[in-house]
């Protein structure tokens, strides 16, 4: 069982920056892609960003490729997302996921994948 943990959320303006964290109790950290997925009021789950077990692989959605990274400390058991230049339709409950990967170089897009999820954090970016 791994139990996921998101931090960092809140409420910035326009143009600025968040840094959101995601801790895992798993031993095996490094055998899961980690990806970040956002709710929007009124709107469907949607995928954001995911890496994979190494940290050398990424994927992006378009529309914040260029203002979000995703990282990951393995020997820390946490996966970041950094995210600049934010804008008011990145308002959204944000959630951390993990897929169990046959390979650590791996990573998925698609919610099915992933067996573990965090409770979400808020991201509110005011105009």
């Known amino acids: 069982q791994v139990q996921l943990v998101e931090s960092g959320g809140g409420l910035v303006q326009a143009g600025g920056s968040l840094r959101l964290s995601c801790a895992s109790s798993g031993r095996t950290f490094s055998s899961y892609a980690m990806g970040w997925f956002r709710q929007a009021p009124g709107k469907e789950r949607e995928f954001v960003v995911a890496?994979?077990?190494?940290?050398?692989?990424?994927s992006y959605t378009g529309s914040v490729k260029g203002r979000f990274t995703i990282s990951r400390d393995n020997a820390k058991n946490t996966v970041y997302l950094q995210m600049n230049s934010l804008k008011p339709e990145d308002t959204a409950v944000y959630y951390c996921?993990?897929?169990?990967?046959?390979?650590?170089?791996?990573?998925?897009?698609?919610?099915?994948?992933?067996?573990?999820w965090g409770q979400g954090t808020q991201v509110t970016v005011s105009s």
């Open positions: 996921a993990a897929s169990r990967m046959s390979s650590i170089v791996s990573v998925t897009t698609f919610q099915a994948r992933y067996d573990y």
């Open positions: 890496i994979s077990g190494n940290g050398g692989y990424t």
